[in-house]
Nanobody, 124 residues
């Protein structure tokens, strides 16, 4: 049974920082490419960032480029999202997701496994 568990969310003031973590385990998990997505109230889920298995390749949504950094520690089966200069429009439920491929992807339908999501709220 594959499990992805997010942590690190919460309430922060605009301009502040948070670091999300996603721990993954179980099943036949083997060298997954991974990503972060988010969904704000009344909006569609959107891509935030993605990272390859090796960590050598990353990609970001334009809205977070220069403010967010995705990384991973494969020895700990954990992926991170460092979020700086947060804005109220970053408020959303953030989801981590894993692929059966080692590669990056910004398309949610290319991810096989999803976490339960964690709330991030940025106050103005």
């Amino acid at each position: 049974q594959v499990q992805l568990v997010e942590s690190g969310g919460g309430l922060v003031q605009a301009g502040g920082s948070l670091r999300l973590a996603c721990a993954y385990s179980g099943g036949t998990f083997s060298r997954p490419g991974m990503g972060w997505f988010r969904q704000a109230p009344g909006k569609e889920r959107e891509f935030v960032a993605t990272i390859s298995w090796s960590g050598a390749y990353t990609s970001y949504a334009d809205s977070v480029k220069g403010r967010f950094t995705i990384s991973r520690e494969n020895a700990k089966n954990t992926m991170y999202l460092q979020m700086n200069s947060l804005k109220p429009e970053d408020t959303a439920v953030y989801y981590c997701a894993a692929r059966t491929s080692t590669l990056t992807s910004s398309a949610g339908e290319e991810y096989a496994y999803w976490g339960q999501g964690i709330q991030v709220t940025v106050s103005s």
